[in-house]
């Protein structure tokens, strides 16, 4: 087939669901050329290429990464045919005016389904996702990790790709002590999610090329007995799983059937967790349970709370405070409220300090990138440079403490001069089912 006669390709991602549906659909299909990739909600992903080491034969000169805003130009340059969409925690309504500006210039829009991307795992398989960025997926992980391996389990754990770095570098990437985070240069945002697993003494894998990253997994040195896909955003998973569990957030009722894919989540669930009842509006509750309903009426409901452990309380009582949280749940996940910000309130905080007045370089550009943070400080760490930023607007705000609602030990990556005290939080189920109620079939089928 000549390269004429292949239909055109643009990908429109944001170095993670892109490149996986690159991966399992398109490298080496003749009947496309993935003539480019565009990039969102990631810093200092566009200009870069996806190598030709991990793009195959059919693309020697690997291919290039634009950014999104380009997307009408784009499509005449290149005379593609057809965009797809592939990257995920956005709105109806931005997953639609993306397709208008497609669309208006003269391509296909696509949303490609699971059939065509989900991969076949040889070992059993058990999946966490969520209808949006900050709903609880990795606590939710943790919980279903730590009561398999109590059953005597060996779990693998992978996590939805977080490629900041050298591609090639991070076709696959194993962590099994915290010393490996180094040895990977890991972000902040990648420590986030691999230390809880690491510290919990199972080994956790990522990496770009999710078919050979699952193969090492299953044949892991360790021993595998069950992988435990980590879902990111409200992505569904790379994976086929045997036991689909999505979590839900009362915090905000009504998103769960209006965000870009995790109503997919939602309707593909065997489980779904209602997690943070302990500290949402219970109307807002109703609303979730009523959608669930409606959409999945045959999945098992579990209700849960997101229970908060505060190291040092007297670091907040009375005090100024200034709140670290999760960046990616501030940014594109859009939370106003956080788990910093709910044991500052618990343990008497005399008040929250806003930290815009007082940021700098890139975390200047993420508050003008996202005005409606608020008064919290993302932790933003894509880069030396963003950590570097992060040390110096903490060091700059005029606050007595610091409270650190980040999954990893941030003292150790950045420099706090301040007094600061750490915010731990887990899944605690209430009431039945509880997790262990839902795991128990799942378990006896591997033991058989």
């Not at 279903?144 to 779990?155: D, P, Q």
């Not at 420099?415 to 887990?426: A, F």
Request: proline fraction near 5%.
């Amino acid at each position: 087939m000549s390269n004429t006669s292949k239909r055109k390709i643009i990908i429109i991602g944001a170095a993670g669901r892109d490149f996986h549906n690159f991966n399992t659909f398109y490298r080496g299909n003749e009947a496309y050329d993935v003539v480019a990739f565009t990039a969102a909600q990631i810093p200092d992903i566009a200009g870069r290429k996806y190598p030709a080491a991990l793009a195959g034969s059919l693309y020697p000169d690997g291919i290039p990464i634009y950014a999104q805003d380009d997307l009408e130009k784009l499509i005449k340059e290149l005379g593609a045919d057809e965009c797809v969409f592939s990257y995920s925690d956005v709105s109806y309504a931005t997953v639609m005016g993306i397709s208008a500006r497609v669309n208006a210039a003269g391509a296909d829009f696509t949303l490609m389904g699971y059939k065509n991307t989900m991969l076949k795992s040889t070992k059993p398989v058990v999946a966490v996702g969520a209808i949006r960025t900050g709903c609880g997926k990795s606590q939710t992980s943790r919980r279903i990790a730590e009561a398999l391996m109590a059953k005597g389990l060996k779990v693998i754990a992978i996590r939805h790709p977080m490629p900041y770095g050298d591609l090639v570098a991070q076709k696959v990437q194993r962590f099994a002590t915290i010393e490996d985070l180094a040895t990977h240069q890991c972000t902040i945002e990648e420590m986030e999610e691999y230390e809880p697993h690491i510290a919990r003494g199972n080994v956790i894998y990522a990496g770009v090329d999710y078919e050979a990253i699952l193969r090492a997994a299953e044949n892991d040195p360790a021993g595998c007995d069950v992988i435990l896909w980590d879902g990111g955003n409200n992505d569904f998973p790379f994976y086929k799983p045997d036991l689909m569990v999505t979590v839900v957030d009362p915090h905000r009722p009504g998103h769960e059937l209006s965000y870009y894919p995790g109503e997919v989540t939602l309707r593909i669930a065997d489980v779904v967790v209602i997690n943070k009842i302990d500290s949402a509006d219970f109307d807002d509750i109703q609303t979730v349970r009523s959608n669930i309903a409606k959409v999945n009426p045959g999945a098992v409901v579990v209700d849960a709370a997101s229970t908060l452990e505060v190291d040092k309380p007297e670091v907040i009582r009375g005090k100024r405070v200034l709140v670290v949280e999760d960046g990616p749940t501030l940014t594109h996940g859009e939370m106003k409220i956080g788990a910093g910000i709910v044991a500052a309130r618990r343990f008497g905080a005399a008040d929250i300090v806003d930290p815009r007045p007082y940021v700098v370089g890139k975390l200047a550009e993420t508050f003008q990138i996202y005005p409606n943070i608020g008064k919290l400080l993302p932790a933003m760490g894509y880069g030396q440079q963003q950590i570097d930023d992060l040390s110096a607007t903490i060091d700059r705000t005029d606050c007595d403490s610091v409270v650190i609602a980040t999954p990893i030990d941030l003292e150790r990556i950045v420099k706090i001069s301040k007094p600061c005290t750490r915010v731990t939080y887990n899944l605690q189920e209430i009431g039945r089912p509880d997790m262990d109620d839902v795991l128990e079939d799942f378990i006896a089928k591997i033991k058989k």
